[in-house]
């Protein structure tokens, strides 16, 4: 963590405008507690439920804050995204609310829910190779045919304060129940999330620490925090945390974490399935590999938690049935 004087590319300031444009049609999700999560891991834990968002992620969130910035004479070529499931739906749904054409870039591998679940809110669905296409120059290759505006899954100032709205959520709750959080957790894929929450998180709680969470192997993040600069992750192949497999931190996402988060954290796929059967049993929720990373770092040790009052993000809840089935069997 830094501490550079030049302003941030995101303020509490941005956040807060971005939750009145969002109050009329974003859910604001509850913050639970479980006697039986803090027993097991002797802290006190909150988890942030964004998997009852519309669409079943926070992804919703910073779609349509970016997607109500466009300017009424720009929004007839609609807009176009690329994303492997969870930012397909928040900025198809976002469309769709606001009457705009989406044309969503997903890879031929995503799951099967996700795909149709994006076409199902309107949008047209262009499948891509993720081993061998660009996805973002397919994206940039529509949106210069249709006139159409490119929505990052983020790596945008509109989108990150969108995402920023959970946390700001998460610090008027703590405040509400007069607890001070000590460690606040969030998913890692790009870092739009966790730059969002951060940013919101430590307005109001500036002592409060802050950690990304990705799956073990595709960690930039926590590489990238490390090393004080951007560095890439060295994984091969696949984990089954779909969502989070961004080789890269973004550029104005690093630019915040760099400064407000503390260190990244990881869980291994094992660890992930541990951590979504727990939730099913336990809390009787449903929540993505993904979604459960930092939750998952949390029950495997992975940080010095007792004793800590800690905030955990369970980003989305959007899973395969076949997959799940394994992971709660």
């Not at 509490?12 to 604001?28: I, Q």
Request: with cysteine.
């Amino acid at each position: 963590m830094t501490n550079s004087a030049s302003p941030l590319p995101v303020t509490s300031v941005d956040v807060d405008a971005a939750a009145r444009v969002l109050a009329p049609f974003a859910v604001r999700t509850p913050l639970l507690s479980s006697p039986a999560l803090d027993e097991r891991v002797g802290a006190k834990v909150f988890l942030k439920l964004e998997m009852l968002q519309r669409t079943g992620s926070f992804k919703f969130r910073g779609a349509f804050n970016k997607l109500s910035s466009i300017p009424q004479a720009a929004r007839g070529g609609g807009v176009v995204a690329f994303s492997s499931g969870n930012h397909a739906q928040g900025v198809a749904a976002a469309a769709q609310i606001l009457n705009m054409r989406a044309t969503i870039v997903m890879p031929s591998d995503a799951p099967r829910s996700k795909r149709e679940r994006t076409k199902g809110y309107g949008a047209e669905v262009v499948l891509y190779d993720r081993d061998r296409e660009d996805r973002e120059a397919i994206a940039r290759d529509i949106a210069g045919k249709h006139g159409a505006t490119l929505v990052p899954p983020y790596d945008d100032p509109k989108v990150i304060a969108g995402q920023g709205t959970v946390g700001r959520e998460i610090a008027e709750d703590m405040a509400a129940l007069g607890i001070t959080p000590d460690i606040v957790i969030a998913p890692a894929s790009g870092g739009g999330l966790v730059a969002g929450v951060a940013t919101a998180v430590k307005a109001r709680y500036p002592l409060a620490r802050l950690m990304s969470a990705e799956p073990e192997g595709f960690d930039d993040h926590a590489r990238s925090l490390r090393a004080g600069k951007r560095e890439p992750h060295r994984a091969e192949g696949r984990t089954i945390c779909d969502a989070l497999m961004a080789s890269i931190p973004g550029q104005i996402t690093f630019a915040i974490n760099q400064r407000l988060l503390t260190q990244g954290v990881t869980a291994s796929d094992v660890e992930v399935g541990i951590a979504v059967a727990f939730v099913f049993r336990e809390l009787k929720l449903v929540v993505e590999p993904g979604g459960t990373v930092g939750l998952a770092a949390l029950l495997a040790g992975r940080f010095e938690a007792h004793g800590k009052t800690i905030v955990i993000v369970l980003s989305g809840g959007n899973v395969d049935a076949d997959l799940y089935a394994k992971l709660i069997g």
